[in-house]
C-alpha cells in the first residue's frame, strides 16, 4: 500500500513536472497569439473609439502583416513579403504626395499599417482628421519591420530615407501648404545638390575607411578663384566650370598623396589641409569680397535659365552623377576595390588590389566633385561672394553620408542613400525656416537624424554577426 501511494505520488511530480514543460514549451507560441491578438484587436478598437472602421480594419491588417513578417520562425517567408510591401508603400507616398490623393494612400496603408505601439499611441492623440490614416501609414514606413533581413541587402536604408522623407514632407505640407509649390520644392532641390554632390565623393572616401574634413574649405578655395575669375576675366560658362574642376581636383590630389603615401590617419591630415586651404582662399579673397559676380553660372542657379521641365539642372546634373557612381560602385571590378580597401586593405593588398592607388583616387574624386559643387554654389548665391562661403559644408555632407547608411568604419555605404541623406538634411533645414522655428533646430534634428542611423548601422553590423 505505501509502495503504491509512493509510486502515486512519484508519478503526480512527473506529471506535474511534464506539464510544466509542455505550458513552458508552449510559452513563445502562446506570446505569438496574444501579440497577434493585440495587433488586430487595438487597431480595430481605436478605429471604432475615433469613427474610422474603414481605417481600423486597413490598419489591423497591416500590423499582423508586420508582425507576422518580424517574427523569426517565418523570417525566411516573411522577408520577401515585408521588403515588397515596405517598398510598395514608399512609392505609393511619393505618388501620393505629388498628386495630393489621400484615398491611394489609406489603400496602401491597409498593405503595412501601424505597429501595436502606433495603434495605442492614437488614443492619445485626440480626435483624428482625414490624414489620420496617412500618417500612420508613412510612420509605418519608416519603421524597420525587419531590420536582420536587410542587414545584407543595400536598399533597406534607402527605404527607411525615403518613407522618413515622406512623412516629413506630408507634415511640413499640413503644416505649410506653400512648402509643396515649385518656389518651394526648387530652391530645396537647388540646395540639395552641392551637398549631394560632395557626398558622392565623401562616400567613396568613407568607404575606403578614410574622412575628408576640408571639403568645406576646399569649396571656398574653388568658389573664390572661379569668382575672381568670372569678374576679371570674365570667362565663358566652361572655362569657369573647367578652372573650379581643376582647382578641386588639385586640392584632392594633395589629400591623396599625403593620406596615401604618408600613411597618416586621414582625419589629421585633412584637418590640417583643412586649415591650409582657409588660409588660401582668405588670401585670394583679400581683404574684402567679391563683388559684381556675372551671372555666366545661371545654368546652375535658382533662375528660369536653371531649370528644364521644372527641374533645377544643378539637381539634374547630380543626379546622373550619383547614378553613374552607383554603377562603378557596384557593377565594377574598381568600383568593387574601395569595398575592399575599406573592409581590410591588408587583405585587399594580398588579393592584388592596390590599395595606396584606390585611397588617392578616392581622395582626387572627391575633389573634382568639391570643384563643380563650388559652381553650383556660386550660381545659388547673388552678384556678392562673401567670405563665408563653404563654411560647415563639411558637416552637413558628412551627416548627408552617415545618415545614408555609409558606415564610418568603412567597408560599406551607398551613394544612393547618401543623395538621400541630403535631401533629407536640406527638407530639415527648409522646414524648420518656413515653420519660423530656431535654426538651431535644425542641427537637433540632424544630430537626432546621426544618432538613429549609427544606431541602425551598429544593428546591421550586430545582425551580419549573428548570421
Given at each position: ?215 568645406g574649405a576646399a569649396i571656398m578655395v574653388c568658389s573664390v578663384l572661379t569668382a575672381k575669375l ?89 543626379l546622373l552623377i550619383t547614378a553613374a557612381a552607383w554603377w562603378y560602385l557596384r557593377h565594377t ?135
Open positions: 500500500m505505501r509502495a503504491t501511494d509512493g509510486g502515486g505520488g512519484i508519478g503526480a511530480t512527473r506529471a506535474r513536472r511534464s506539464a510544466a514543460r509542455l505550458w513552458a514549451s508552449t510559452r513563445p507560441r502562446r506570446w505569438r497569439a496574444v501579440r497577434a491578438g493585440a495587433a488586430i484587436a487595438i487597431p480595430l478598437v481605436t478605429g471604432a473609439v475615433l469613427g474610422h472602421v474603414a481605417e481600423g480594419v486597413q490598419a489591423a491588417l497591416g500590423s499582423f502583416v508586420a508582425l507576422y513578417a518580424s517574427d523569426a520562425p517565418y523570417r525566411r517567408r516573411a522577408r520577401r513579403l515585408a521588403e515588397a510591401a515596405l517598398l510598395l508603400a514608399a512609392v505609393t507616398a511619393l505618388g501620393t504626395v505629388v498628386a495630393g490623393s489621400v484615398l491611394a494612400t489609406c489603400v496602401a496603408g491597409g498593405v503595412v499599417g501601424a505597429s501595436v505601439t502606433l495603434g495605442a499611441l492614437a488614443l492619445r492623440v485626440g480626435p483624428p482628421r482625414e490624414y489620420f490614416v496617412l500618417l500612420v501609414f508613412l510612420i509605418a514606413t519608416a519603421l524597420p519591420v525587419d531590420p536582420g533581413a536587410w542587414a545584407s541587402r543595400g536598399t533597406g536604408q534607402e527605404i527607411v530615407l525615403v518613407g522618413v522623407i515622406a512623412l516629413l514632407w506630408v507634415a511640413l505640407w499640413l503644416s505649410t501648404p506653400a512648402f509643396m509649390t515649385g518656389g518651394s520644392i526648387q530652391p530645396l532641390l537647388v540646395a540639395t545638390a552641392p551637398v549631394a554632390l560632395v557626398g558622392v565623393g565623401m562616400t567613396i572616401v568613407i568607404i575606403t575607411g578614410g574622412i575628408d574634413v576640408s571639403v568670372l569678374v576679371d576675366a570674365e570667362v565663358s560658362l566652361g572655362m569657369a566650370v573647367l578652372v573650379a574642376v581643376l582647382a578641386g581636383g588639385l586640392l584632392g590630389l594633395v589629400n591623396g598623396v599625403l593620406i596615401a603615401y604618408g600613411r597618416v590617419h586621414a582625419i589629421i591630415i585633412t584637418f590640417g589641409t583643412a586649415n591650409l586651404f582657409l588660409f588660401l582662399g582668405l588670401q585670394i579673397f583679400g581683404s574684402g569680397t567679391v563683388n559684381g559676380i556675372p551671372g555666366t553660372l545661371g545654368f546652375f542657379g535658382r533662375g528660369p535659365d536653371g531649370r528644364t521641365l521644372g527641374i533645377p539642372h544643378a539637381f539634374l546634373i547630380t571590378a574598381g568600383g568593387r576595390h574601395f569595398f575592399a580597401v575599406g573592409g581590410d586593405a591588408q587583405a585587399a593588398r594580398l588579393a592584388g588590389v592596390r590599395v595606396q592607388r584606390r585611397v588617392l583616387l578616392a581622395y582626387v574624386l572627391t575633389g573634382l566633385l568639391v570643384g563643380l559643387a563650388s559652381c553650383f554654389v556660386i550660381a545659388q548665391g547673388t552678384s556678392t561672394l562673401d567670405q563665408s562661403v563653404g563654411s560647415g559644408k563639411e558637416l552637413a555632407v558628412i551627416a548627408a553620408v552617415v545618415i545614408g547608411g555609409t558606415s564610418i568604419m568603412g567597408g560599406r555605404g551607398s551613394v544612393l542613400g547618401t543623395l538621400l541623406g541630403a535631401l533629407l538634411v536640406q527638407s530639415v533645414a527648409s522646414g524648420v525656416t518656413q515653420l519660423g522655428w530656431s535654426s538651431q533646430l535644425s542641427d537637433l534634428f540632424v544630430g537626432i537624424f546621426i544618432i538613429v542611423a549609427v544606431g541602425a548601422d551598429l544593428l546591421r553590423a550586430r545582425a551580419r554577426r549573428s548570421r
